[in-house]
Antibody
Framework: EVQLVESGGGLVQPGGSLRLSCAAS????????MAWVRQAPGKGLEWVAN????????YYIDSLKGRFTISRDNAKSSLYLEMSGLRVDDTAVYYC????????WGQGTLVTVSS | DIVMTQSPDSLAVSLGERATINCKSS????????????LAWFQQKPGQPPKPLIY???TRESGVPDRFSGSGSGTDFTLSISTLQAEDVAIYYC?????????FGQGTRLEIK
């Protein structure tokens, strides 16, 4: 059974940094694209970034302007999202998702950016 | 970027009746390499992550009831629920995975009339 478990969310001040993690199991992690998708409170879904199985291709939504970095450790079956220069409008539930078409999702981790 | 536009924004349907949600993309999602449409549908209930329902525009995910069906090609797609059940109350999103950035529709809220 595919399992995706996010961690690392919490309360951070504007301008701060945070690292999200996603522990994956139940599938061949190194073979698949992985993604982060976020959802601001009461809003719709916004794709953030994805990374190819071997880590050699990465794509980001333009609006992030280099503040976020996606990475993975295939030996640990883990996906990461390094977030810096956080803004109030980065407040959201961040989901880890499997596949280029995001066919499995974790439960999400809440990131709150507030002073 | 490919813009995904859903209609309507909200929908109220009686139990046992048919619900139809539309999704239009700003460019074709049909790939010439595999003759498939890179379009998926998701269902999201309050406090839960999105649940995949349909991929390749019309293929149901394992375990999804057959009252859910997807259709369409190119730029126009439809999610249909043949006989609405109480547990189908949710927000439904379409998503294109034809190219990055992957984009979602704004969502359609489905309620019981």
């Amino acid at each position: 059974e595919v399992q995706l478990v996010e961690s690392g969310g919490g309360l951070v001040q504007p301008g701060g940094s945070l690292r999200l993690s996603c522990a994956a199991s139940g599938f061949s992690f190194s073979s698949v694209w992985m993604a982060w998708v976020r959802q601001a409170p009461g809003k719709g879904l916004e794709w953030v970034a994805n990374i190819k199985g071997d880590g050699n291709e990465k794509y980001y939504i333009d609006s992030l302007k280099g503040r976020f970095t996606i990475s993975r450790d295939n030996a640990k079956s883990s996906l990461y999202l390094e977030m810096s220069g956080l803004r109030v409008d980065d407040t959201a539930v961040y989901y880890c998702a499997k596949g280029f078409g995001t066919d499995r999702w974790g439960q999400g981790t809440l990131v709150t950016v507030s002073s | 970027d490919i813009v995904m536009t859903q209609s309507p924004d909200s929908l109220a349907v009686s139990l046992g009746e048919r619900a139809t949600i539309n999704c239009k993309s700003s460019q074709s999602l049909l790939s010439s390499s595999n003759n498939q449409n890179f379009l998926a549908w998701f269902q999201q209930k309050p406090g839960q992550p999105p649940k995949p329902l349909i991929y390749w525009a019309s293929t149901r995910e394992s375990g999804v009831p057959d009252r859910f069906s997807g259709s369409g090609s190119g730029t126009d797609f439809t999610l249909s629920i043949s006989t609405l059940q109480a547990e189908d109350v949710a927000i439904y999103y379409c998503q294109q995975y034809y190219s990055v950035p992957i984009t979602f529709g704004q969502g359609t809220r489905l309620e019981i009339k």
